[in-house]
């Protein structure tokens, strides 16, 4: 089975652009998280979304969206990007039973630097 | 009251010994514990995961102790081995996806 993959592995964008990342979750999980990972702040939740619905959101600023397909693929959107967006972006997947917690499958990342 | 502090930053074990980290929470309604492995250049693994209606959750050598009382749950990596060496990642949720990271332990076992 196919595990989560996220495009672009890595990408280098100067500040004011805007970027997309892309998440292809594990087949037949339909509930789709992202996280930011940087050295000061660690993993911090961005948003999830199931069934193209976003279901929770972190404290980050409206720059930051996401969305979900039909096909549970998701994407996220930063615009006018700043310097302290330069991250690893990490997508995760889960089959999500309902609403309880269960295991998060994380995908490799995309690494982004602003210049 | 949605932070989860972890301790300490950096560990250093001998192989064969045990690694010991900590955390500690403030949000009575957190509802799920799990521990995160992350090996360089990849994303985090989960390793093990508790709910507090349990006091401890044991999956070969790796263990977790939960003291709701005192709002602390540890990780405890028995005969630690060199491939253990990683960046552990506690955290807490409270029924959902959206998991509070601790700042991570870097372990280094020496061979």
């Known amino acids: 089975k196919a595990g989560v993959t996220q495009t672009p592995r890595y990408l280098i964008k100067t500040r004011g652009q805007q970027v997309t990342l892309s998440c292809s979750p594990i087949?037949?999980?339909?509930?789709v998280s992202w996280y930011q990972q940087t050295p000061g702040q660690g993993l911090q939740f961005l948003f999830e979304?199931?069934?193209?619905?976003?279901?929770n959101k972190g404290n980050f600023p409206g720059r930051f969206s996401g969305r979900q397909f039909s096909n549970s693929r998701s994407e996220m959107n930063v615009s006018t990007l700043e310097l302290g967006d330069s991250a690893l972006y990490l997508c995760?997947?889960?089959?999500?039973?309902?609403?309880?917690?269960?295991?998060?499958?994380f995908g490799e990342g995309s690494r982004l630097t602003v210049l | 009251q949605q932070q989860v502090k972890q301790s300490p930053q950096s560990l250093i074990v001998q192989k064969g010994g045990i690694s010991i980290i900590n955390c500690a929470y403030e949000n009575t309604a957190f509802d799920y514990f799990p521990w995160y492995q992350q090996f360089p250049g990849k994303g985090p693994a989960l390793l093990i995961a508790?709910?507090?209606?349990?006091s401890e959750k044991k999956e070969g050598r790796f263990t977790i102790s939960f003291n709701k009382s005192a709002k602390q749950f540890s990780l405890h990596i028995m005969d630690s081995q060199p491939g253990d060496s990683a960046t552990y990642f506690c955290?807490?949720?409270?029924?959902?996806?959206?998991?509070?990271f601790g700042s991570g332990t870097r372990l280094l076992v020496r061979p």
């Open positions: 955290a807490a949720s409270r029924s959902s996806y959206k998991l509070i």
């Open positions: 995760a997947s889960s089959l999500a039973q309902g609403v309880n917690t269960g295991e998060l499958f």
């Open positions: 979304y199931f069934s193209e619905t976003q279901r």
């Open positions: 087949s037949g999980h339909r509930s």
């Open positions: 508790i709910r507090p209606d349990v």
